[in-house]
């Protein structure tokens, strides 16, 4: 055994296309997480949402700190909206599975980093509510790109004192987007830790002592990899959460 912490992250179910049985449940999760965990100095396990919710306190006991990666859209009856035409399909095992594990997470002083999806659900979780398509939001500014996810697409400005800022010393830069769904209300005890030009809620922090939770509108994991300062950012940010964990496995 290594010193390594070890990072759970939450895959996605859904139903086949690709394979031999069309419709058939499958778990996935873009290579990209694990690969951007290990990279950091962490090791990667993953976890896979189920509607047998009891099996999260003996799943969240092994790991040192839990990642929520991107999906569909969080459901909106979650925060007391119904759904408009704009709103993708809900996962209602993974919704109540991610729910769960923040609830967990919280009780437990386990970190936390939510991706994409993972920022709305975390939103979502702590009472806040979101746009259902950006649109609705009064935004013209695209942030749901086609280009590739490697490059960053637009500028963020990072408030000082944030998360983001002891990652990466920076005032403004610039990150990739793949979200048609924005925050609306900012949940009680999530601080914003950083904007996009048209005011978008592009990360978050929790203010409470409970534990560590922070979550990025955006997809580092995409940019891990490339070897330019969009890059260097991503991995930064990753090595920030990993030692993260490490702390709280040393402590
Ligand atoms: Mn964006």
Sequence with gaps: ???RPVIGIITNVELDRHY????????????????????AGGVPVLITPSKDLSLLADQLSLVDALVLAGGQDVDPLLY????????????PTRDAFEFEALR???????????????????????????HQDISHSGSTQRHMMEANPAVAAHGITVEPDSFLDEAWHLAQ?????????????????LAVAARAADGAVEAVEYTGDEFDLVAVQWHPEMMSAADSPAGEQARALFTWFVDLAAGRWEA
Excluded: K, W
């Design 1 to 3: 055994m290594s010193n």
């Design 20 to 39: 031999l049985f069309p419709g058939y449940p499958r778990v996935t999760l873009n290579e990209d997480y694990p690969r951007s965990i290990a990279a």
């Design 80 to 91: 007391g909206a119904e759904p408009r035409t704009e709103c993708g399909a809900p996962n």
């Design 104 to 130: 967990l997470a919280r009780a437990a002083g386990m970190p936390v980093l939510g991706i994409c999806r993972g920022l709305q659900v975390t939103n979502t979780f702590l009472g806040g509510s979101l």
């Design 173 to 189: 830069t610039t990150v990739n987007s793949f979200h048609h769904q924005v925050v609306d209300r900012v949940a009680p005890g």
